[in-house]
C-alpha cells in the first residue's frame, strides 16, 4: 500500500516539473494570445468569433474566426491598443453621445488605437485602418482569417504578449437592410456611413496558457501566479491534470471567464 502510493506521489512531482519546465516564458516578448468575440455591447450583432496571435520577436501571426457579420460586405479587422486604455472591450456607459450605439472613437478608452490592421494583403500598418477593399468582405457572415509574418514595433509586441491588446471587427446593419447606409456618418470617414465602420464584434487578447490554446497544453497563468499548481496537483492528481489539460477544458473555462 505504502509502495503504490510513494509511487503515485513521485508520479505527481514528475508531472508537475514538467508543467513547471513548460510554462516558463521563451523570452520576454514572445508568448500567445487569445481572445473570444462577442458583440459590441449597443450594436445589435449577433455574432461570435474567436481570434488568436503568436508573438515571436516583432512577428506576429494572427488566426480568426467570426461568424454572423453582416455579408458580402467589408469588415475592417484591427488589433487595437492605448497605453492608456482599459485593455478592454467597450461597455454601454462608453457611448458618450447618448445614441445607444458605440462607434469607434467612443470604444477608444477600452480598446485604444489602432496598430495592426488585419488586411488580406499588403500594408497592415494603422494606415491601412480604413483599406476596405483588402479586407474580408464576410460571405456568408463569416471571416476565416489568417496571417503571418506581421511585422509590428517592439512596443506592440510587448502589448500584445502581456494581454494588453484587443481585436475589433467594424461593420454593423442597425436597420437591418443589408447593406451600410443611414443619414449617420461615419466617425472615422466622414464619406461612409456609421454602419461602415462602427464595431460589430470585439474581444480582448489575453495570455494563452503554455503551449498557445491551439494545443490545448499548460493551465491557467492565474492559478500559476497564485501559487495553486501544487495544490491543484494534489488534489486532482498530476495525470487526471494533464489529461484535463490536453482536452482544453482549462483554456476553455478560462477563455470564458476572462471575456
Ligand atoms: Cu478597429
Request: aromatic share 2%; net charge neutral; hydrophobic share 40%.
Given at each position: 500500500m505504502r509502495t503504490t502510493t510513494t509511487r503515485i506521489a513521485g508520479a505527481s512531482l514528475a508531472a508537475a516539473a514538467?508543467?513547471?519546465?513548460s510554462v516558463g516564458p521563451a523570452s520576454a516578448a514572445d508568448g500567445s494570445v487569445s481572445a473570444n468575440l462577442k458583440p459590441v455591447a449597443g450594436n445589435g450583432v449577433m455574432g461570435s468569433g474567436t481570434a488568436m496571435v503568436d508573438v515571436t520577436g516583432n512577428t506576429i501571426t494572427v488566426t480568426m474566426a467570426a461568424t454572423g457579420l453582416l455579408p458580402n460586405s467589408p469588415h475592417a479587422a484591427h488589433i487595437h491598443f492605448g497605453a492608456a486604455a482599459r485593455h478592454e472591450?467597450?461597455?454601454l456607459s462608453d457611448d458618450k453621445n447618448g445614441d445607444g450605439h458605440i462607434n469607434t472613437t467612443e470604444g477608444g478608452p477600452a480598446y485604444g488605437d489602432i496598430v495592426v490592421s488585419l488586411?488580406?494583403?499588403?500594408?497592415?500598418?494603422?494606415?491601412?485602418?480604413?483599406?476596405?477593399?483588402r479586407f474580408s468582405t464576410a460571405p456568408g457572415g463569416k471571416i476565416a482569417y489568417q496571417r503571418g509574418?506581421?511585422?509590428v514595433s517592439s512596443d506592440?509586441?510587448?502589448?500584445?504578449?502581456?494581454?494588453?491588446s484587443v481585436v475589433v471587427i467594424h461593420g454593423v446593419d442597425y436597420n437591418k437592410?443589408?447593406?451600410y447606409d443611414g443619414n449617420t456618418k461615419s466617425d472615422l470617414m466622414p464619406s461612409l456611413p456609421t454602419e461602415a465602420t462602427d464595431p460589430a464584434l470585439c474581444g480582448a487578447l489575453r495570455v494563452a496558457p503554455a503551449g498557445g490554446m491551439h494545443t490545448g497544453g499548460g493551465l491557467p497563468t492565474d492559478t500559476l501566479k497564485s501559487g495553486g499548481q501544487n495544490e491543484a496537483l494534489m488534489l486532482v492528481?498530476?495525470?487526471a491534470l494533464l489529461a484535463a489539460a490536453g482536452t482544453g477544458t482549462f483554456a476553455a473555462r478560462r477563455a470564458r471567464a476572462r471575456a
Amino acid at each position: 500500500m505504502r509502495t503504490t502510493t510513494t509511487r503515485i506521489a513521485g508520479a505527481s512531482l514528475a508531472a508537475a516539473a514538467a508543467l513547471a519546465l513548460s510554462v516558463g516564458p521563451a523570452s520576454a516578448a514572445d508568448g500567445s494570445v487569445s481572445a473570444n468575440l462577442k458583440p459590441v455591447a449597443g450594436n445589435g450583432v449577433m455574432g461570435s468569433g474567436t481570434a488568436m496571435v503568436d508573438v515571436t520577436g516583432n512577428t506576429i501571426t494572427v488566426t480568426m474566426a467570426a461568424t454572423g457579420l453582416l455579408p458580402n460586405s467589408p469588415h475592417a479587422a484591427h488589433i487595437h491598443f492605448g497605453a492608456a486604455a482599459r485593455h478592454e472591450c467597450p461597455i454601454l456607459s462608453d457611448d458618450k453621445n447618448g445614441d445607444g450605439h458605440i462607434n469607434t472613437t467612443e470604444g477608444g478608452p477600452a480598446y485604444g488605437d489602432i496598430v495592426v490592421s488585419l488586411t488580406k494583403t499588403g500594408d497592415t500598418s494603422p494606415k491601412s485602418g480604413l483599406a476596405i477593399d483588402r479586407f474580408s468582405t464576410a460571405p456568408g457572415g463569416k471571416i476565416a482569417y489568417q496571417r503571418g509574418s506581421i511585422k509590428v514595433s517592439s512596443d506592440v509586441a510587448k502589448a500584445i504578449s502581456a494581454g494588453e491588446s484587443v481585436v475589433v471587427i467594424h461593420g454593423v446593419d442597425y436597420n437591418k437592410d443589408g447593406k451600410y447606409d443611414g443619414n449617420t456618418k461615419s466617425d472615422l470617414m466622414p464619406s461612409l456611413p456609421t454602419e461602415a465602420t462602427d464595431p460589430a464584434l470585439c474581444g480582448a487578447l489575453r495570455v494563452a496558457p503554455a503551449g498557445g490554446m491551439h494545443t490545448g497544453g499548460g493551465l491557467p497563468t492565474d492559478t500559476l501566479k497564485s501559487g495553486g499548481q501544487n495544490e491543484a496537483l494534489m488534489l486532482v492528481g498530476g495525470v487526471a491534470l494533464l489529461a484535463a489539460a490536453g482536452t482544453g477544458t482549462f483554456a476553455a473555462r478560462r477563455a470564458r471567464a476572462r471575456a
